[in-house]
């Protein structure tokens, strides 16, 4: 292998994209009326979320293995990952005739662990975090003496996540923002870089969760920080600690990072699953959560949402489905303290049929109540259009002197 860069150039960029051609699918990035409509302004999508292996990761992992040398392919490769890091090295490994072994921590989805040993990989299961995983990784790599492949501080690796900054030019050149998610910080550092380097008054825009605000933080102290991540919908953005090379390339090159909480990410998910027909997992559905805040003042403009991974769980739609519904106010839960009489409970559903809410769930509990025994608690759970009609709920029941606890 030819002697690492220190850091990325547009060249370095575009010698990965011809490096890449052929192998690597060029998403497009079409213009979306119902979001456009919903943000206010004109929203492109870039949809790398329709990739092979489901995530832009196999940019960086085609290019990166593409510059082995013959004897570095031959004797194959050690990487650590949670999942589409690893997805991309073992099919693009496999189609290159590379030896790959992955570790990945031991809560790793079932699903892309699965799907990693069908491309052929060796999956090695280690640690309940993905740095015990990567400690582990990094010892097998230098007692086997085999190139361990990062999933994102490496100049290569940024390299090929940067040629989706060259296609969102070529599909939108008159852009005037870029929103990217940003986990350890590769793909923003490399579509900023190849899209400042064009165009330099395009607005580039990092998105993280509130719960892992990994180059939020590092970006406000100035200098690289580790932070403790919390559970998050956006599991594939929840690093610990940036890129070195990434954050350097970041702080000169990206105009803003911004956070977004967990209500807006489920919200994100459930309007690209109903608008645009999109499957895209909580890590790429962050960009649309921060093309609606307000405060970016994005009115009028065009603006590029990356939707970098649609790799999620089919478990976790339903749960991220209902949060969504929850967050825009059409979901509804509440307790309401019903008399124990015959009767009763048909009473107070049809109050609730009158305002045109659809029940969904009821749990009539007559064994653990208020201390008032004339009285039983009545869990609800109701479809409502939103917030507003919530509260014609509410007022309905207080109107026919109902008690309720909302939540």
């Known amino acids: 292998m030819t002697a690492m860069p220190t ?145 994102f501080d490496d100049p290569d690796i940024i390299a090929g996540q940067g040629t989706m900054g060259l296609e969102i030019l070529e599909d939108v050149p008159d852009v005037d923002a870029v929103i990217v998610p940003i986990g350890g910080g590769g793909l923003i550092a490399g579509v900023a870089t190849a899209i400042k380097e064009i165009r330099p008054n395009v607005r580039i825009i990092g998105v993280e969760p509130k719960n892992a605000p990994t180059m939020y933080e590092s970006l406000k102290a100035g200098h690289l920080v580790r932070i403790q991540t919390q559970p998050t919908l956006a599991d594939g953005l929840a690093i610990a600690e940036a890129g070195q090379l990434c954050f350097e390339i970041v702080r000169k090159v990206v105009d803003q990072v911004i956070l977004v909480d967990e209500p807006q990410i489920a919200t994100s998910v459930l309007r690209l699953l109903e608008h645009e027909k999109m499957v895209v997992e909580g890590a790429g559905a962050v960009p649309l959560a921060a093309a609606m805040d307000p405060s970016l003042a994005l009115a009028g403009k065009k603006v590029v949402l990356v939707l970098c991974g649609g790799n999620i769980d089919v478990m976790l739609i339903s749960r991220i489905i209902e949060r969504g519904l929850a967050a825009e106010g059409r979901l509804c839960r509440f307790t309401a303290y019903i008399s124990d009489r015959p009767g009763s409970l048909a009473k107070f559903l049809s109050v609730i049929a009158a305002t045109g809410a659809s029940i969904k769930d009821v749990a009539h509990d007559r064994n653990f109540g208020p201390p008032d025994i004339a009285y039983v608690p009545a869990v609800c759970t109701v479809e409502t259009r939103d917030f507003e009609h919530i509260q014609e709920i509410y007022a309905a029941m207080r109107a026919n002197e109902i008690q309720f606890k909302e939540g």
């Open 7 to 151: 850091t990325v150039t547009l060249q370095s960029i575009q010698s990965a994209r011809q490096r890449i051609a052929g192998a690597v699918y060029r998403s497009p990035c079409p213009y979306s009326l119902s979001l456009s409509r919903l943000c206010g302004c004109e929203i492109f999508c870039k949809l790398d979320h329709l990739q092979m292996t489901g995530s832009f990761k196999e940019r960086g992992a085609r290019n990166k293995l593409k510059l082995l040398s013959p004897a570095q392919q031959k004797a194959g490769i050690i990487a650590a990952s949670a999942g589409n890091h690893a997805l991309a090295l073992a099919y693009h490994g496999r189609d290159l005739g590379i030896p790959v072994t992955v570790i990945m921590p031991k809560w790793a989805s079932l699903v892309k662990v699965g799907n990693c040993r069908t491309l052929g990989a060796n999956v090695v299961l280690h640690g309940e975090a993905y740095d015990d995983a990567r400690r582990h990784a990094l010892e097998l790599a230098q007692n086997q003496h085999l190139p361990y492949i990062p999933g």
